[in-house]
């Protein structure tokens, strides 16, 4: 007897976890269907954030921020011993494309954006920090050192957070088929018939709604499914990271990479240093995807250029990329809008939905999304749980 869903999701990275939560806290069925291993692709390969995206604000996406930040509080909530609340650091040389004066105002907003209440909240705060601080950051380099600000975001290990989701969403009666690869799709009225390959063997299944969480998988699964619905053109993105040996304590610094004024996160990360990231086009294999040389030099660069200690050739322990997906555009990709799509086959009773891009921090509130742009295709079902208070634990 073949199994029937009411949604069958493709993908067990952040998003396609936080689909099954929601779609099992609704009371739906649902089929998690994953090739490799959950949070095997971007999912352990972002830099482990939890915010708001401070530096969104300076191309206008002030409705992206307010989300983040939202889900961000929300997060450190239901999430405590997964994700952490953590200082940064923002150094202003002389030589800084930002000035203190267009930080301040910016981190201003960011804090009025995340719900101000009080200056005091640690949530929302940020200061100005003395110079007579500036010995406690972690060796920063302090020659033509004009200011320092600190503020507040979160951190996380994505892949845990990724793997607590997806338990969460079991515990609901969500279904997890691990490994298995989707092999096709054949949609009709009633929604779509699903053939993927486990252990060898062809299996199928009925659902009301096929949802692509894929990452850059996503038009590859569209092109195997029949009738063919619309791809939406898109371009890969590549960030890599390293992990660096030694040790950055204080906090987490948000610099500007010498060489091109872009955003760099210097960090902790499991007794060691992590550098991160870059924006590189890529258009192979997304399973293909490695480090490039080029990046790995570019991130040891800004790394050294704020941090002395780093000059004597860092021992670079790993290095580690993850692929973004954005929709094709104008203008370089750090500076692309960053809104994740839901694209639907249809837009009455729709059968398939393709998540494009989409961030760590909001993921919860897309699979939400999701789940209501859904609503008038998926049946009547009692709902079980809300995930915004949905406990996840390590």
Same mark, same amino acid.
């Given at each position: 007897?073949?199994?029937?869903?009411?949604?069958?999701?493709?993908?067990?990275g952040?998003?396609?976890?936080?689909?099954?939560?929601?779609?099992?806290?609704?009371?739906?069925?649902?089929?998690?269907?994953?090739?490799?291993?959950?949070?095997?692709?971007?999912?352990?390969?972002s830099?482990?954030?939890? %915010?708001?995206?401070?530096?969104?604000?300076?191309? &206008?996406?002030?409705?992206?921020?307010?989300?983040?930040?939202?889900?961000?509080?929300?997060?450190?909530k239901?999430?405590?011993?997964?994700?952490?609340?953590q200082?940064?650091?923002?150094?202003i040389?002389?030589?800084?494309?930002?000035?203190?004066?267009?930080?301040?105002?910016?981190?201003?907003?960011?804090?009025?954006?995340?719900?101000?209440?009080?200056?005091?909240?640690?949530?929302?705060?940020?200061?100005?920090?003395?110079r007579?601080e500036?010995?406690?950051?972690?060796?920063?380099?302090?020659?033509?050192?004009?200011?320092?600000?600190e503020?507040?975001?979160g951190?996380?290990?994505?892949?845990?957070?990724?793997?607590?989701?997806?338990?969460?969403?079991?515990?609901?009666?969500?279904?997890?088929?691990?490994?298995?690869?989707?092999?096709?799709?054949?949609?009709?009225?009633?929604g779509?018939?699903?053939?993927?390959?486990?252990?060898?063997?062809?299996?199928?299944?009925?659902?009301?709604?096929?949802?692509?969480?894929?990452?850059?998988?996503?038009?590859?699964?569209?092109?195997?499914?029949?009738?063919?619905?619309?791809q939406l053109?898109?371009?890969?993105?590549?960030?890599?990271?390293l992990?660096?040996? &030694?040790?950055?304590?204080? &906090?987490?610094?948000?610099v500007?990479?010498p060489?091109?004024?872009r955003?760099?996160?210097?960090?902790?990360?499991?007794g060691?240093?992590?550098?991160?990231?870059?924006?590189?086009?890529?258009?192979?294999?997304?399973?293909?995807?490695?480090?490039?040389? %080029?990046?790995?030099?570019?991130?040891?660069?800004t790394?050294?250029?704020?941090?002395?200690?780093?000059?004597?050739?860092?021992?670079?322990?790993?290095?580690?990329? &993850?692929?973004?997906?954005?929709?094709?555009?104008?203008?370089?990709?750090?500076s692309?809008?960053?809104?994740?799509?839901?694209?639907?086959?249809?837009?009455?009773?729709?059968?398939?939905?393709?998540?494009?891009?989409?961030?760590?921090?909001?993921?919860?509130?897309?699979?939400?999304?999701?789940?209501?742009?859904l609503?008038?295709?998926?049946?009547?079902?009692?709902?079980?749980?809300?995930?915004?208070?949905?406990?996840?634990?390590?």
């Amino acid at each position: 007897m073949t199994s029937r869903y009411d949604l069958v999701v493709i993908g067990g990275g952040i998003h396609g976890a936080g689909i099954a939560q929601a779609a099992a806290a609704g009371g739906f069925s649902v089929l998690v269907l994953e090739q490799h291993g959950l949070a095997s692709g971007t999912s352990s390969r972002s830099s482990k954030l939890i %915010h708001g995206g401070l530096r969104y604000l300076e191309s &206008g996406q002030m409705a992206l921020v307010r989300e983040c930040l939202h889900e961000r509080e929300l997060l450190l909530k239901i999430a405590p011993d997964l994700i952490q609340r953590q200082p940064f650091y923002i150094p202003i040389y002389s030589n800084t494309t930002r000035r203190p004066a267009q930080l301040r105002l910016g981190l201003s907003l960011y804090a009025l954006l995340g719900g101000a209440s009080s200056i005091v909240d640690k949530a929302v705060r940020f200061r100005r920090v003395p110079r007579s601080e500036w010995d406690e950051l972690d060796d920063l380099e302090t020659n033509d050192l004009e200011a320092v600000f600190e503020y507040w975001d979160g951190q996380t290990d994505d892949a845990a957070l990724t793997r607590a989701v997806m338990r969460s969403a079991q515990a609901l009666g969500a279904h997890l088929q691990m490994p298995a690869t989707f092999t096709g799709a054949q949609l009709n009225e009633e929604g779509c018939s699903v053939s993927y390959q486990h252990n060898g063997q062809i299996f199928t299944c009925e659902t009301t709604v096929l949802v692509n969480a894929s990452g850059p998988w996503v038009n590859h699964v569209l092109a195997h499914i029949t009738p063919a619905p619309l791809q939406l053109p898109i371009e890969l993105v590549q960030g890599t990271h390293l992990v660096v040996s &030694g040790t950055i304590t204080h &906090g987490i610094y948000y610099v500007e990479a010498p060489k091109d004024q872009r955003a760099v996160f210097v960090m902790p990360w499991q007794g060691n240093t992590l550098v991160g990231t870059t924006e590189t086009l890529y258009k192979g294999d997304p399973a293909a995807v490695q480090p490039l040389l %080029h990046e790995q030099a570019y991130l040891l660069q800004t790394l050294t250029h704020y941090f002395p200690a780093y000059r004597q050739s860092p021992e670079i322990l790993s290095a580690f990329v &993850g692929l973004r997906v954005l929709p094709v555009g104008e203008g370089k990709a750090f500076s692309r809008p960053r809104e994740t799509i839901l694209h639907v086959d249809r837009q009455d009773y729709p059968r398939v939905l393709t998540v494009y891009g989409g961030k760590l921090t909001a993921y919860r509130l897309t699979a939400e999304r999701v789940i209501q742009r859904l609503i008038t295709t998926l049946p009547d079902r009692a709902i079980r749980a809300d995930t915004r208070t949905l406990i996840l634990s390590s």
